[in-house]
């Protein structure tokens, strides 16, 4: 069984504020360490249901040199190989393999949620929403749609109350999910221990791949149409002269094609952020 761990910081256990998920800040190793544990909790529980090959891909955006690459690898259970990117949905290797399922670790809630931690979607501040075919969608139903591109369902999401609501919303009540904190705003809530929800992520991930056809692969839908609110009209602009990519009001740009991946491919792959 071939086994896909996506994840995130911000859905971590004792992860609470932007210090402790922003490269080069004061308690960022302190986020990296309790962001490792958790990966290495759901490695071990994917291990325990019978995965022979786990291939986990960092999707946090930390900045500086630490951007998709905050898992500690000294601190990696060996039982994983792992994933730098360079931009986001940028690595599909083990998806074009053939993969059995994806479990999303550490995730966050889409932008404007009121009840998650540091809920925003890609990027806080240059965007503002994001809708495939209408649905308004988070980072969970981006990389759902990118795993269910090649057929790969998603399994289990863990996070705080809100992502865990959104994943069960958007691919079906079959979704396992993991509990790992209880969120009051943005910056603040209520946590399990790291220790507790690390053995409740393990747990999850080894119930979550007992039965592969608990959720089916997510399709946004065919044709499909990707939407993205942006901050302000100037960062829209880059689209003017663009062949596949409207803008439809001052900051709002869509893209449509015969399939989400060709949809977000050629939008997202030719975005430039502000400076
Ligand atoms: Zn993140």
Request: include cysteine.
């Amino acid at each position: 069984m071939r086994v896909f761990i996506v994840s995130d910081m911000e859905g971590v256990a004792g992860i609470s504020n932007w210090q402790q998920v922003s490269g080069g800040e004061s308690l960022y190793e302190e986020g990296r360490k309790l962001y490792t544990e958790e990966i290495n909790a759901a490695v071990r529980g994917a291990r325990a249901a019978g995965a022979t090959e786990i291939v986990v891909m960092d999707c946090h955006g930390a900045g500086k040199g630490w951007s998709f690459n905050s898992l500690i690898p000294e601190d990696l259970d060996e039982g994983c190989e792992f994933v730098v990117q360079k931009e986001w949905t940028e690595y599909t290797g083990v998806l074009e393999d053939g993969c059995d399922a994806a479990l999303f670790v550490g995730m966050h809630a889409m932008a404007g949620t009121s009840d998650g931690f540091m809920t925003h979607t890609v990027s806080g501040t240059e965007w503002r929403s994001v809708r495939f075919n209408g649905t308004e969608v988070g980072e969970t139903g981006i990389n759902a749609a990118l795993c269910g591109t090649w057929g790969c369902p998603v399994l289990l999401v863990t996070g705080d109350q809100a992502a865990c609501r959104e994943g069960r919303e958007l691919l079906g009540a079959g979704l396992a999910t993991v509990q790992v904190k209880t969120a009051l705003g943005r910056f603040s809530g209520r946590h399990r221990t790291p220790a507790v929800a690390r053995r409740m992520i393990e747990e999850g991930a080894r119930a979550a791949l007992a039965d592969l056809k608990a959720v089916p692969p997510y399709d946004p839908g065919k044709p499909c149409e990707v939407q993205v609110e942006l901050a302000t009209p100037d960062h829209a602009e880059q689209f003017r002269h663009h062949p596949l990519v409207e803008i439809l009001d001052g900051r709002t740009i869509a893209s449509k094609a015969d399939d989400w991946w060709t949809a977000w491919r050629q939008f997202y792959f030719s975005y430039r952020w502000p400076d």
